[in-house]
């Protein structure tokens, strides 16, 4: 049973949102407050470390000062305080860890450094009743990850990706067909007017054995159909070009999943939940692929609401209480990591740069 004294404040910094959040040990999310730095990135096409950690610097003390009297809770009625100590961009990690540490030390509670990916991994039990072991496909902007989640800090990863992140590609395509940053909602706002089946683009991975990933063939595939299109390209082209990429991507996201239900199955018996987290999940044809999915293999789906799928404090307050509940906390020299699988037994996959 979770406690219900227990009330935490989580910060997050890792990529481009700067978030706070409180939370409680009943799953009440007392704050959850998050500042997208979408518009300083966009010129760029993508996320400028430099810029985003100057950004966390100014955005942090006053989105914790409004999570704070928001919740209507005192430092001194924290239990404690959670944040990103990696993986991610380091400028960022730092400056949400850092703050936590100065908030911990005057108020005197622990500090709970949350691994970003476990933050996303245990969103869907503040969300859902999601019991463990359960399996989760993590799909972000920078990982795309398929994991046994265990228990608290305990993960067995199935696969990863290769090369980009199903949201990095995402993003990429939205850049070559000139739809804007980010990209994700834009290549599926395209989508709903193409033909999928117009462009046969291919589906990485797919038959292949294990659960990793890989998605840069497919870029270059849809870069190439672009190019050929030239300068004539019309708003129907490039809507077939979105659709096409967005069903490839998806049906090698499908294959993936199919294999990884299959190894839970093995280790697990029959049944369990499919938890889903990352930006990705915001997706709705990815969505209504892993409904038909999960229904057809008797799985239950879990997707937690978008904006807890997305980077956000609550995420990482909620994973500070589950690190607490389980009798974890920090010292206060902990250091921020750019790299921190989840799973340290996992072989590194090739090329995945913190993506692993
Ligand atoms: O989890 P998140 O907010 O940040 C990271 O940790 O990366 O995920 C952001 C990613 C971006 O790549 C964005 O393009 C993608 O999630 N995304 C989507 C959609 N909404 C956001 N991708 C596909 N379809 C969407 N509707
Ligand atoms: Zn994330």
Redesign the pocket.
């Known amino acids: 049973m979770p406690n219900r004294q227990v009330i935490v404040l989580g910060l997050e910094s890792?990529?481009?949102?700067t978030a706070a959040a409180v939370v409680t040990g009943d799953k009440r999310i007392l704050a959850n407050v998050v500042r997208s730095q979408n518009d300083a990135h966009a010129p760029f096409g993508g996320?400028v470390p430099e810029i985003a950690a100057r950004a966390h610097v100014t955005e942090m003390d006053r989105l914790i000062d409004q999570a704070m009297t928001e919740a209507g809770v005192s430092y001194g009625e924290l239990s404690g305080v959670a944040a990103t100590a990696g993986p991610?961009l380091i400028g960022g990690v730092l400056v949400g860890l850092m703050t936590a540490k100065a908030i911990a030390s005057v108020a005197g509670v622990p500090l709970i450094g949350v691994n970003?990916l476990e933050g996303?991994a245990l969103t869907a039990r503040l969300t859902d009743d999601v019991d463990f072991p359960y399996l989760l496909l993590l799909?972000?902007?920078?990982?795309s990850q398929l994991l046994i989640v265990e228990g608290v800090g305990r993960y067995r990863r199935l696969g990863t990706t290769i090369d980009d992140?199903?949201?990095?590609?995402?993003?990429k395509t939205?850049k070559m067909l000139g739809l804007g940053?980010?990209?994700?909602?834009?290549?599926?706002?395209a989508a709903k007017a193409g033909d999928a089946a117009r462009f046969a683009f291919p589906r990485p991975m797919k038959g292949r054995e294990g659960c990793n990933f890989s998605f840069s063939g497919l870029k270059t595939a849809v870069r190439q159909a672009r190019e050929k299109l030239g300068d004539m390209a019309t708003d129907q082209d490039i809507a077939d070009l979105a659709a096409g990429f967005?069903a490839a991507a998806v049906d090698s996201l499908m294959d993936r999943v199919a294999h990884a239900m299959e190894i839970f199955t093995e280790r697990h018996g029959a049944g369990g939940a499919l938890v889903v987290?990352?930006?990705?999940?915001?997706?709705?044809?990815?969505k209504t692929s892993l409904t038909a999915l999960s229904e057809a293999r008797g799985v239950r789906l879990v997707v937690p609401p978008?904006r807890l799928?997305?980077?956000?404090g609550a995420m990482i307050a909620w994973a500070g209480v589950e690190r607490l509940n389980a009798g974890y906390s920090d010292p206060l020299d902990l250091a921020a990591k750019a790299r921190w699988p989840l799973d340290p037994d996992a072989e590194p996959a090739p090329f995945a740069g913190y993506k692993a």
């Open positions: 890792s990529c481009d949102e996320v991610g970003h996303h799909v972000s902007g920078g990982h992140a199903v949201g990095e590609a995402f993003d939205a940053f980010p990209g994700g909602p834009a290549v599926e706002r967005q987290a990352g930006g990705v999940a915001a997706n709705q044809y990815l978008p799928c997305t980077d956000n």
